[in-house]
């Protein structure tokens, strides 16, 4: 039986759950082109859409939010900010963004001009998006084992090294403006990243002179599956952890919406002068002055407040223990998933899960509008909707190996019989699988089409 970990917190506001009956959730879904991104908030019963900006803040980060000094230059919270970036990143030179992808346009505003190769072990929608509206390629390198949904490496969001080294030998060291590696790899199963694995991209890179970034959004839930994954850190602080860890990096983005247990913001970060002298002028630009960086200073104390909590070995155990109690509960039904479950997420291998629908029919998207249609459930796909590429020349549409549905759990939102009536809501879906249906694309836009496609049943 999967064993459930105690909440290591009270509720002290709640928020009303909408119920809907299936019959007005055939019409919501319907109305909504068969796209989760267009249905309102409340139509939604358990929104696992993302773990992103949907966690529950504490009391103390409430009470953080009154002390907000909302002045332009120099607030106090921006200085509480930097003590808290010091002292667990052990970076000096960082500036706020207004989230992830804020971070991201700033540094590859900055390092990436047209032409250049950016490998990552697997770059997130938005990285990806932002790299290639700058006329450059991104790159997924991670390990073999990471598409493999049922090998139970500990580690699948490695890199592969092998191929790193050899991409950079073939596209030349002045092509590689810096490599990145995502912690956890949420595009291939929420999959932690060794230690090891971080040392030796390292290693490799520090000859070249090329920069390693941290995409550092799920840090914390990364170097708690290191503490218990990986040979010599049982005995180490998370937060010891990520003081190593960090100290490989050259730099880092992050959303801050993810471990930073905020509901709004970002950080990006480098240890380069010349750099952050850059990142600083195009911060400007586009963001805000370096001591607020298109937030609110609330927000920046929210933050600051947040990334320590987000340290606390309780709230850590609590919160991966989580996702591993949905994943086992899966399991017992017979549900096929990603395994082993990653820190922040539970992912259905929708090609296991729905065999009779073809690529073309968006496995992953229809399993995604079924747990809706059953339950008020919003999942998301990770799949061909997503990734699919198509090559200008033939025409051909490529679909990437993996069609998932993320089941992404918020942080400090839900409870056990949240999580026990969406294991029982799959586990009919599943019971039922023949029933559901494929679908065909009707509207697209050219990039990061998922957010606004539209569907039809087939
Ligand atoms: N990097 C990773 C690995 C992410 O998962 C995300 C966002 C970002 C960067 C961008 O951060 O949203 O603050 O601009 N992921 C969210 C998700 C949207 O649902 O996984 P952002």
Redesign the pocket.
């Known amino acids: 039986m999967a064993q459930y970990t105690f909440e290591p917190f009270k509720i002290k506001a709640v928020e009303t759950i909408p119920l809907t009956t299936h019959a007005a959730r055939e019409r919501f879904i319907r109305d909504a082109g068969y796209n989760i991104f267009l249905l309102a908030g409340e139509t939604v019963t358990i929104d696992f ?5 949907t966690s529950a803040m504490s009391d103390h980060q409430w009470a953080g939010m009154m002390e907000g000094d909302e002045c332009y230059a120099g607030s106090r919270n921006f200085f509480h900010l930097q003590a808290v970036v010091r002292d667990i990143f052990g970076f000096e030179r960082f500036v706020p963004t ?7 346009q700033v540094l590859f505003g900055v390092v990436a001009h047209p032409g250049k190769v950016i490998p990552n072990n697997t ?5 990806r998006a932002n790299i290639e509206a700058r006329g450059n390629t991104a790159l997924d390198l991670v390990i073999p084992e990471g598409l493999e949904p049922t090998n139970r490496h500990p580690f699948k969001g490695n890199m592969n090294i092998a191929a790193l080294r050899q991409l950079i030998e073939q596209t030349g060291v002045e092509n590689v403006p810096l490599v990145m590696m ?1 912690i ?4 291939v199963g929420g999959q932690p990243v060794s230690m090891a694995n971080i040392r030796e991209t390292k290693a490799l890179l520090a000859p070249y002179g090329i920069p390693l970034f941290i ?1 550092a ?2 840090y914390a839930e990364n170097c708690y599956l290191i503490q218990q994954r990986e040979e010599g850190y049982r005995d180490k602080s998370v937060k010891a952890i990520a003081r190593e860890l960090f100290a490989y990096a050259d730099g880092f ?6 471990d930073g247990l905020v509901n ?3 950080l990006l970060a480098t240890r380069d002068p010349a750099l952050f002298e850059q990142i600083q002028n195009r911060l400007i630009l586009t963001e805000g002055f370096p001591t607020y960086g298109g937030l609110a200073r609330r927000d920046l104390e929210a933050m600051a407040r947040g990334l320590e909590e987000a340290l606390d070995e309780n709230y850590l155990t609590y919160r991966v223990g989580q996702v591993r109690y949905l994943a086992e509960r899966l399991l017992e039904a017979g549900v096929p998933i990603v395994e082993p479950p990653g820190g ?2 539970v992912f259905l291998d929708a090609k296991r899960f729905l065999p009779h629908l073809p690529q073309s029919q968006f496995p992953a998207q229809a399993l995604v509008v079924a747990l809706y249609l059953a339950g008020g459930i919003r999942a ?1 796909e990770i799949g061909g909707v997503m990734f699919a590429q198509k090559d200008a020349a033939t025409g051909e549409t490529h679909y990437p190996a993996l069609e998932l549905v ?1 089941l ?1 759990i918020p942080r400090r939102v839900y409870t056990q019989s949240h999580l026990d009536y969406v294991a029982e809501v799959i586990a009919r879906v599943y019971a039922e699988r023949q029933q559901v249906r494929g679908l065909r694309l009707v509207y697209e836009q050219p990039r990061l089409r998922h957010f606004t496609a539209r569907f039809e049943m087939v």
């Open positions: 859409l993302t773990d992103s900006g207004h989230q992830g992808r804020g971070a991201e770059h997130f929608d938005t990285t995502t956890t790899n949420n595009a995409d959004c799920r983005t992050m959303s801050a919406k993810k709004i913001g970002g922040h997420a998301v993320r992404a």
